[in-house]
């Protein structure tokens, strides 16, 4: 592949991958938004507490999207149609068994999984509500991450981009007719967010219906080796997606003892709007991903090189000019979510959005990290940064640096447990070079 080339793949892939994951952040920042106007502090607090289970289905459906489509990747590359067909046919395999599992929490255990999440009187019922319908649309989540994945890494960014970005305006005009003209509040939140992935994957249909669609399902017995490497390879991506809805019940936890309800209200404004960052990272790594397998199943070591140079310096620009924003504008986009005009709120969300998002540079860098070592068949070291920054740093330094520096303390545990995350994805990626060469 010449120079040219190479950089309009990456270009065109990075490209439809980013608009498409920024579309699908807005699933929950259109809920928090609309939430925020309609019921106040009460309901951004109960919907704060109910997101980390999003972000378990969301990671859930990305490992076995993500898992499986970088295997295709590489498959494809090596020419291998079968063995395309077989990966393809393992993961929906993988993705009925997950969707089940939702399903049935949904239908049985919401209320308690409410409770345990920390909802109190005052956000239980508004908390189990989304709760209970969010995981009853969990099948419709999973099998959108899928499709997105399988079909961006069939040579086609710009449909996988079109389906996200259509599901994401979709839910967006839902969430103002279901909770405004139709009022119903936290139900129809959750209605307008279940309903985009089914209008996503109605786009991608006539793609992966297609005769020019490259995997195929095989009813067989899925085959246990490649239900291990599925789950091997997606595991950083489910990590991704885990540690946020860790740290943010870990968050809540610690902040309701330092502001109580309030402060969980303002770190929903800044783990919302966290969300929409990790999406532009991830866009990021995932338009790369299919490029980075296919050249390393065509054993191109040089391309491999120069995607990963390309995509870390795409973050890191990204990276400078997010949180300048975050920086410059911290008041104003705190006073959208904050429709009461709370000074209490607004106060700790202006200082959470500062602090907070120093972390953008190593955020981005150890995304990308993760994504790169499964697409060259390294999931183990992949597996052990997603680790760290996920639980085993985060965890031990939240507790500590809010035992120590208070509500400042708890905003910077995210940025120093990405920092040391980079220095030892650092160390790693040169052991790997060392090896391949």
Not at 97 to 118: E, H, I, Q, R, W
Not at 307 to 325: M, N, Q, R, W
Request: proline share 3%; charged share 10%.
């Amino acid at each position: 592949m010449n120079q040219t080339s190479h950089r309009y793949s990456f270009a065109r892939y990075v490209f439809f991958s980013v608009l498409g994951t920024l579309g699908v952040s807005c699933y929950i920042l259109a809920d928090t938004f609309f939430v925020s106007h309609a019921l106040a502090a009460a309901g951004l607090t109960a919907l704060n507490l109910a997101i980390p289970v999003y972000n378990f289905i969301h990671g859930s459906g990305l490992m076995l999207g993500m898992g499986g489509a970088t295997k295709f990747s590489i498959c494809k590359g090596q020419k291998d149609q079968k063995r395309m067909d077989d990966v393809f046919s393992v993961t929906v395999w993988l993705a009925l068994f997950g969707s089940a599992v939702f399903f049935v929490a949904g239908l049985f255990f919401s209320k308690p999984l409410a409770l345990l999440l920390g909802a109190d009187s005052e956000t239980l019922t508004m908390t189990t509500t989304y709760l209970r319908f969010l995981l009853l649309f969990a099948p419709c989540f999973i099998f959108n991450d899928v499709l997105l994945c399988f079909v961006r890494n069939d040579h086609a960014p710009k449909q996988s981009m079109a389906a996200m970005l259509i599901g994401s305006f979709a839910n967006i005009l839902l969430d103002y007719v279901f909770v405004f003209p139709l009022q119903l509040g936290m139900l129809g939140a959750v209605l307008a967010t279940g309903l985009s992935p089914i209008i996503s994957i109605f786009i991608l249909s006539p793609r992966w219906l297609s005769q020019d669609c490259s995997f195929h399902f095989v009813l067989q017995p899925p085959q246990k080796q490649l239900i291990l490497q599925n789950l091997s390879l997606g595991f950083p991506s489910l990590v991704t997606q885990l540690s946020s809805g860790i740290v943010m019940i870990l968050f809540n936890m610690l902040i309701l003892r330092q502001k109580g309800g309030i402060g969980v209200a303002a770190y929903g404004i800044v783990a919302n709007l966290s969300l929409v960052v990790v999406a532009l990272y991830t866009g990021i790594a995932q338009g790369v991903q299919p490029l980075l397998s296919s050249s390393y199943g065509a054993k191109d070591s040089g391309q491999v090189r120069r995607l990963l140079h390309d995509a870390g310096i795409t973050s890191l620009f990204f990276s400078v000019a997010g949180y300048l924003c975050m920086f410059l504008f911290a008041e104003p986009i705190a006073s959208v979510f904050n429709n009461a005009q709370n000074k209490e709120l607004q106060a700790i969300a202006v200082e959470g959005l500062k602090l907070y998002f120093t972390s953008n540079i190593f955020v981005g860098f150890n995304i990308i990290l993760t994504v790169y070592f499964p697409s060259v068949e390294h999931a183990a070291s992949a597996h052990v940064l997603s680790l760290l920054r996920g639980l085993l740093l985060i965890v031990p330094l939240a507790f500590l640096l809010s035992s120590w520096f208070g509500m400042h303390g708890i905003w910077l545990a995210v940025p120093a447990a990405e920092l040391l995350t980079a220095l030892i994805g650092i160390i790693m990626l040169r052991k790997n070079r060392q090896g391949a060469s």
